[in-house]
């Protein structure tokens, strides 16, 4: 990254709207309002014996904090086109993993019907994709007041706690039919690069210990040889280069991650006040979207 993009970088984070921020900052907004779980169901067809093992349909959940909410309509389209899966959404902007849990404190940014452990026992998905980008703000009830700032292992420390009991109340909701969780790792921090580093690692450790999965989307938002180095604009790829709407700058062969006043969500529109979808093409949030598809697809039970 060049010097004049790190000042930029620096005046991005002080310009940032949104309910989803770097932890070292102070939230820019008031908590949001809940969103209405999107739901989608498909009527599985019936194969007669003989016919060739395929992938059966998968039921996928999908939660998290404003990444999710940006991506959620993308991700549905990509699953249900690609899995012709059943889908539900219901992310929640400035959330933490343990906002999801059943029996947080009072004034949890998920409201009680839309814990994880709620879902799972409604929906039954075969899968829970879990996207945090590691907010860890000073008024996020749950999380008692531990920010990354302040104290860097008591942030780390806590945040692996509560992935281990978010995977222990999806477990337990799931019973016989326990959902394969997915973490989707997270692409880089201009400002904290090394506490994003160490949030994938805890995802990746409590997914390996746990037998789920990870689906590392971060991975497609940043520069081929350098995983942990934020960048603005990377090659558009042969997909992007078929569809113009997703290459940005096709003179120059490359395409925008990020908005020039928002160094963190993937939305080429302007964040609001009231967390909303995506309402326009945008290159991260497709790649991320097609990474968690195709490793659930991987995945997806046969019939």
């Not at 739901?39 to 060739?52: G, L, M």
């Not at 996928?60 to 999710?68: I, K, M, N, R």
């Not at 007041?145 to 477990?171: M, N, P, V």
């Not at 400002?191 to 994938?200: C, L, S, Y």
Request: charged share 20%.
């Amino acid at each position: 990254m060049s010097k004049p993009w790190i000042v930029g970088v620096a005046v991005a984070a002080v310009l940032l709207l949104g309910a989803c921020t770097d932890p070292a900052s102070g939230p820019e907004v008031a908590p949001p309002t809940p969103s209405v779980p999107t739901t989608t169901q498909r009527q599985a067809p019936v194969s007669p014996s003989s016919a060739p093992v395929v992938k059966s349909a998968p039921s996928v959940l999908y939660l998290g904090d404003s990444l999710a909410m940006e991506s959620q309509n993308v991700l549905g389209r990509e699953l249900r086109g690609e899995l012709d899966a059943t889908y539900t959404s219901a992310p929640y902007s400035g959330t933490t993993p343990c906002d999801y849990l059943e029996g947080a404190k009072e004034g949890s940014l998920v409201p009680a019907g839309d814990k994880a452990a709620v879902l799972v026992r409604a929906l039954h998905p075969d899968f829970v994709v879990l996207q945090f980008w590691g907010n860890a703000w000073g008024y996020t009830p749950c999380m008692d007041g531990i920010t990354y700032d302040a104290d860097r292992e008591a942030y780390f420390d806590r945040y692996a706690a509560d992935l281990r009991k978010l995977t222990a109340q999806i477990a337990t909701a799931g019973g016989a039919q326990r959902p394969t969780i997915v973490w989707v790792l997270q692409g880089p921090d201009p400002i904290t690069p090394e506490r994003v580093r160490n949030v994938n690692a805890l995802y990746k450790s409590q997914a390996r210990s746990a037998g789920d999965l990870v689906a590392d989307a971060g991975k497609t938002v940043s520069p081929p040889d350098a995983r942990y180095t934020w960048t603005q604009y990377l090659p558009c790829t042969a997909y992007e280069r078929a569809h113009p709407d997703y290459c940005t700058q096709p003179g120059n062969g490359r395409t925008a991650l990020h908005l020039d006043s928002d160094y963190l969500h993937f939305c080429l529109a302007p964040t609001t006040s009231t967390p909303r979808p995506c309402p326009v093409p945008s290159p991260g949030i497709l790649r991320i979207a097609r990474e968690i598809t195709r490793v659930i697809g991987a995945q997806a039970p046969s019939r």
